[in-house]
Structures are given as C-alpha cells and as structure tokens.
C-alpha cells in the first residue's frame, strides 16, 4: 500500500511543481506609445494611465495570485518603430498589448499581433479600419465615423455656427476625420467653405488665416493635435479674430491649454471624461496623488483600457485554461460588458460606443458646458 501510495505521489509531484511555477510565474503586458517627440504628452497620460491601474493589481496580490510584469515601449510616432516594437513584445511573448496613440502606429503594429495571435487593445486609435486588421484589435474610443457626428454637434449644435471652416492634419486620422465631419455638417444643412489639410510640424497658419478672413465663416472646426491647434487659435486670436472654435479629442490634453494660454479661452471640445466629474473622484485623486495633476482623457482611455485587459486575463486564469494571447481575445470578444471612468466597454467587431459630454475652456481649465 505504502508502495503504491509512493507511486502515485511520485507521479503528481511533478504535476504540483509545474501548477505552483505557472501560478508564481509573471503575467507579462506589454505597453507602446510615443513617448518622445512633437506628442509626447499623449503618449506619457496614456502610459500613467495603465501604470496607475496596475497598481491597483498590484496592491491586490497580483491577478488570480500571479504578478504582472508591464514592459512599456517608445515607438516615436513613427510606423516602422511601431512594428519593431510590436515584433519586440511578441517576442517576450505578452498576452496583451495595450497601444498606440495614434492610428498610423496602432495600424503598423497590428499585422504582427495578429500573426502572433496576441490582442491589442489601443485606447485611443479611432480610424475605422484598425479594428478591420484582423480579430486580435480592439479600441477603447469611439471610431471616427462616430466621433464626427459629435464633432458637427460641437460647431452646430454647440456654437451654432452655419458655416464652418476646417483645417486638418494631414495624416491618416485627420484625412479622415475632416471628411467624415465636413460631410456630417454638410448633410446637417450647415456649409463647410473651407476645408484644408495642415501639414504636420507647421508653425505659420497666416495665409489660412487671411482665407478665414476673407470666408467670413461663422465657426472654425480644428480638427488638429494640439501642437499645431495651440498656434493656429493663438494666430487666429492676433489676428483680431474672435470667430467661435470647437475641436475634437485630441483637444482635450491639458497640454492644448498649456500651449495656447488665454487664445484658448471659449473653446467648445467633447470628450469621454473629465477629471472634474464626481463619479470619477478615487480615480482623479489617485492619479493627481501620483502625478501632481489631473487626469485627462488619454490617461483614462488607458486606465480602462488596462482595466478591460485585465479582467479578460483574470477570467482566463479562472477558468483553468492556458494563459495564451489567444485565450485573452477570446475573453475581450465575447466576456461581459466592462464599466470603467469613459463608460461602458462592450466590444462589438473589436469597436466600441460611448456618449459623450462637451466641456469649454474657461478659466484656463476644462469646464462641463452648462
């Protein structure tokens, strides 16, 4: 008997050593975005963003018990770095990949996520196509055809101007997104008299400004980063111009404030937070606790973004199923809808919808318009 029993301990040991390894081992996430460069600011909330919640994973043991190991990636704005990067985190492997800011490095990346069947989950990209790469993308923000109905609504509905002028960035977001508004507002009954593409990097906006002068519109849509918004507004603002501005999302860092200073007073934005909502006060007094400042929406993009992933994570672990990236997607497709500080997460085709508030800048600081 003893004999026997010997050998059935013998045979489990090992099968007790590798379940105690898998559950001591780290659960690695990767995280990229630009962190230097024209946009660093967007790329720094967004990685405070997912640091912040993972710490809150953290002070919790770990997830399921198990530790998590974020390894964090500066892809430069840059396509070509962004696939490096991406080959780089598939690499270790991850079982998720949280980013990028932008379109154009989400969409580089995404090709080589879905080949080594890792899920990416970025929170801000909002190009149509980036969830149409394959099953692995996900996205935490509404899509662009979405986010143009809510910016006819700013300039429209908002600032009630009926005839709009539109300069754009000249990438694959601003392309898009000064189309899709201009022929919302066109549809809506309003007039778009100008719409022009901004090259990225640009600094003189006095000839577009001379063009505004001469259209007489009785709004302008910037549908810009803001680098570039921050001196076209201040341009606008010297040139006696006192015409109504609305914005889009990435209006909505603090750093569009900071740039412009007084010429961004009145500026009419939605967006999917505000650090100034009471709903959101433990994860606003958090974030300010470990930054020394509020919040934006980007930080909270990401915040939830982490959040979503995690719990895909944790149901995976749950279940007693191999933690693979695939199993992860198979989570962020198809488990329960997800609440966090931009709303609600439920993703459909990897995309997702969510209303949104308009705030103004008043003061010097984003305010709810009332």
């Given at each position: 008997?003893?004999?026997?029993?010997?050998?059935?301990?013998?045979?489990l040991?090992?099968m007790?050593?590798?379940?105690?390894?898998?559950?001591?081992?780290?659960?690695?996430?990767?995280f990229?975005?630009?962190m230097?460069g024209?946009?660093?600011?967007?790329?720094?909330?967004?990685?405070?963003?997912?640091?912040?919640?993972?710490d809150?994973i953290?002070?919790?043991g770990?997830i399921?018990?198990?530790?998590?190991n974020?390894?964090?990636?500066d892809?430069?704005?840059s396509?070509?770095?962004?696939?490096?990067?991406?080959?780089k985190?598939?690499?270790?492997?991850?079982?998720?990949?949280?980013?990028s800011?932008?379109?154009?490095s989400?969409m580089?990346a995404?090709?080589?996520?879905?080949?080594?069947?890792i899920?990416?989950?970025?929170?801000?990209?909002?190009?149509?196509?980036f969830?149409?790469?394959?099953?692995y993308?996900?996205?935490?923000?509404?899509?662009?055809?979405?986010?143009?109905?809510?910016?006819?609504?700013?300039?429209?509905?908002k600032?009630?101007?009926?005839?709009?002028?539109?300069?754009y960035?000249?990438?694959?977001?601003?392309?898009?997104?000064?189309?899709?508004?201009?022929?919302?507002?066109k549809?809506?009954?309003?007039?778009v008299?100008?719409l022009?593409?901004?090259?990225?990097?640009s600094?003189?906006?006095?000839?577009?400004?001379?063009?505004?002068?001469?259209?007489?519109?009785?709004?302008?849509?910037?549908?810009l980063?803001?680098q570039?918004?921050?001196?076209?507004?201040?341009?606008?603002r010297q040139?006696?111009?006192?015409?109504?501005?609305?914005?889009?999302i990435?209006?909505?860092?603090?750093?569009?404030?900071?740039?412009?200073g007084?010429?961004a007073e009145?500026?009419v934005?939605?967006?999917?937070?505000?650090?100034?909502d009471?709903?959101?006060?433990?994860?606003?007094?958090?974030?300010?606790?470990?930054y020394?400042?509020?919040?934006?929406l980007?930080?909270?993009?990401?915040?939830?973004?982490?959040?979503?992933?995690?719990?895909?994570?944790?149901?995976?672990?749950?279940?007693?199923?191999?933690?693979?990236?695939?199993?992860?997607?198979e989570?962020?497709a198809?488990?329960?809808?997800?609440t966090g500080?931009?709303g609600v997460?439920?993703?459909?085709?990897?995309n997702?919808?969510?209303?949104?508030?308009?705030i103004v800048?008043?003061?010097?600081q984003f305010?709810?318009?009332?």
């Open positions: 008997m003893r004999l026997i029993r010997s050998s059935v301990l013998a045979a040991l090992p007790f050593m590798a379940a105690q390894a898998q559950a001591a081992e780290p659960i690695n996430v990767g990229f975005s630009h230097s024209n946009f660093a600011e967007y790329g720094a909330s967004s990685k405070n963003g997912v640091e912040l919640y993972l809150k953290k002070a919790q770990g399921e018990g198990r530790p998590i974020l390894i964090v990636e892809d430069r704005n396509p070509q770095e962004a696939a490096s990067v991406a080959r985190l598939a690499a270790k492997p991850v079982v998720l990949a949280i980013g800011w932008s379109t154009t989400s580089a995404a090709p080589i996520f879905a080949e080594a069947k899920p990416q989950i970025s929170p801000t990209s909002s190009h149509p196509d969830t149409k790469q394959s099953k993308q996900f996205r935490q923000n509404n899509t662009d055809d979405v986010l143009a109905q809510y910016n006819a609504a700013t300039i429209q509905d600032l009630k101007a009926k005839s709009v002028v539109i300069p960035s000249q990438d694959d977001w601003g392309v898009y997104t000064g189309k899709a508004t201009a022929d919302i507002i549809k809506n009954g309003g007039k008299l100008l022009e593409s901004v090259q990225p990097g600094r003189d906006f006095r000839p577009f400004i001379s063009k505004i002068r001469a259209l007489k519109p009785e709004g302008v849509f910037l549908a980063p803001y570039e918004a921050s001196i076209f507004i201040q341009q606008l040139a006696g111009e006192t015409i109504p501005v609305g914005g889009g990435p209006l909505t860092s603090p750093k569009f404030i900071e740039l412009a007084k010429a009145g500026t934005l939605h967006t999917l937070f505000i650090a100034q009471p709903r959101y006060k433990e994860f606003t007094d958090a974030y300010k606790a470990k020394g400042r509020l919040p934006d980007f930080s909270a993009l990401a915040y939830d973004a982490a959040g979503v992933g995690t719990e895909a994570i944790r149901r995976v672990i749950k279940s007693g199923k191999p933690l693979t990236g695939d199993a992860v997607r989570e962020l198809n488990g329960p809808a997800y500080v931009t997460t439920k993703y459909e085709n990897g997702v919808h969510k209303d949104p508030v308009f800048v008043k003061d010097g305010q709810l318009l009332k």
